[in-house]
């Protein structure tokens, strides 16, 4: 016990070179392949980029956004193409490494504030097409404000995390599933991030997984549980989905509020109706009921 | 004219004090059992409407313009349904948060923002294009969400 603590604390700094050995993970072509701009917009709006991005008011993707958590502030940075302010000078593998592996380029462990260990399961092709499209946002010159934490505040401890935390790679389609399955599965696991704000943590702060979906308390809004339990969401039908989706409203009239709305006003609505229909299909099917 | 606007701008910070014409004595839980009634009402009007908009139902303009204007008209009764002394400490059962008394500037805000966006669906309605009148029903869905955010409990 006292052991695997010593190594695991031992670990941060080689950390990061361990961990990048790890089988699931494809090492980033060093010349950035072909994305498509248009194809990255659409799954921007669904990974919900620009909400935590944007200030109120404020230029799009130019950062000042107030993340409230359990740890403090999270302010999210500037990311248009400022070569100063924002990531204007990054290359693509950069890119690869900040949404894969939560490392910047000069090295430094990322906060999960930023979800990429949601994001680390975005499939090549995809990144590709955002990594396009990223390229695409007007520079604006606005310096990123700093995190005001009251815990964590040391970025190192950060390495460990993500030993513990981070499960890295793309998602591989599972063989038992149907295309439409894998589809719902991997929009809803590694591009909309449901599971960010619907999944249960644990005391470091990492998604428990096997209680995918059953809710979270954490700030800065409780996100109820979305599995088919009986007890939970059991009785939506595919059209109850389609129109949360599109929509934002609920089976009795009712509509969701706060982050919940934006999520489906700049994303799930956005997107196509083939690709509501396989999210909807994995959440009735795919996810395992949790009781509330 | 100046008298109507004085008066009805005066209205909604002063809702809460509104004594209902009859001055029956007030019954918390009446008037809380009365306002849940009244948002079942809306909600299945939206629920209706939303059906219409997925093409789940039949799309019949002036079916769509009755729910718009119904709509419309309880929006209207909104500043009514929360008079003082019927809030959390009064109702066991209301969602209804404490904010709504203490910060009804906020409020007024919240429920002017359902009236504007319902008046826009029933102009929607009558123009009758369904592009037009599915965007202002989101419309009017973000302005129950934005008051319920901040007025209404979160474990719902």
């Not at chain 1, 504030?113 to 990594?131: E, N, R």
């Not at chain 1, 499960?167 to 590694?190: H, K, S, T």
């Not at chain 1, 989706?245 to 609505?269: K, N, Q, S, W, Y």
């Amino acid at each position: 016990m006292l052991l695997a603590l010593v190594a695991a604390l031992a670990v941060p700094v080689a950390g990061a070179a361990s961990a990048d050995s790890a089988p699931a993970d494809s090492a980033p072509a060093v010349s950035a392949p072909a994305g498509d701009a248009a194809r990255g917009a659409e799954l921007a709006a669904l990974a919900n980029c620009a909400s935590c991005h944007t200030a109120a008011g404020g230029a799009p993707y130019a950062g000042g956004y107030a993340l409230e958590t359990p740890y403090g502030v999270f302010h999210g940075p500037n990311i248009t193409q400022d070569p100063d302010h924002g990531i204007g000078g990054w290359t693509w593998p950069d890119f690869v490494d900040a949404m894969r592996r939560g490392r910047s380029p000069d090295g430094r462990h990322y906060y999960p504030a930023f979800p990429y260990p949601s994001y680390t399961k975005l499939h090549d092709d995809d990144l590709a097409d955002l990594w396009a499209f990223v390229q695409t946002i007007a520079p604006v010159a606005q310096p990123s404000l700093d995190h005001a934490l009251t815990r964590y505040r040391r970025r190192s401890v950060l390495g460990l995390w993500k030993l513990l935390e981070l499960d890295r790679g793309a998602l591989r389609d599972d063989p038992r599933l149907d295309a439409e399955l894998n589809r719902g599965r991997y929009l809803v696991e590694a591009v909309a991030h449901c599971g960010e704000c619907h999944t249960p943590r644990n005391g470091r702060g990492g998604r428990i997984d096997r209680k995918a979906l059953a809710g979270s308390e954490l700030p800065p809004e409780p996100g109820p549980n979305i599995t088919p339990h009986e007890d939970a969401l059991g009785g939506w039908t595919a059209d109850d989905w389609e129109a949360l989706l599109d929509l934002g409203i609920l089976p009795d009239g009712d509509f969701v509020g706060g982050e919940m709305m934006g999520v489906v006003e700049h994303g799930t609505a956005v997107i196509s109706a083939e690709d509501r229909r396989a999210i909807a299909r994995w959440l009735m099917e795919g996810v395992a009921p949790q009781p509330p | 004219m100046t008298l109507l606007l004085a008066l009805s701008l005066a209205l909604p910070a002063s809702a809460g004090d509104d004594a209902p014409a009859a001055s029956i004595q007030l019954d918390a839980q009446k008037v809380y059992a009365y306002r849940h009634e009244v948002f079942e009402g809306i909600g299945a009007h939206m629920k209706a409407l939303s059906m219409m908009v997925k093409g789940e139902a039949p799309v019949r303009q002036v079916d769509m313009k009755s729910h718009a204007i119904a709509l419309q008209a309880m929006s209207t009764t909104v500043p009514h349904l929360f008079p003082k002394g019927t809030g959390p400490d009064a109702v066991k059962d209301t969602e209804a948060l404490a904010t709504i008394w203490t910060d009804p500037e906020g409020f007024a805000a919240a429920t002017k923002a359902f009236q504007d966006s319902s008046a826009a669906l029933v102009t929607a309605a009558e123009g009758g294009d369904m592009k037009v009148f599915s965007g202002a029903f989101r419309n009017v869905g973000k302005s129950c969400g934005g008051c319920h955010d901040n007025f209404r409990k979160d474990d719902h």
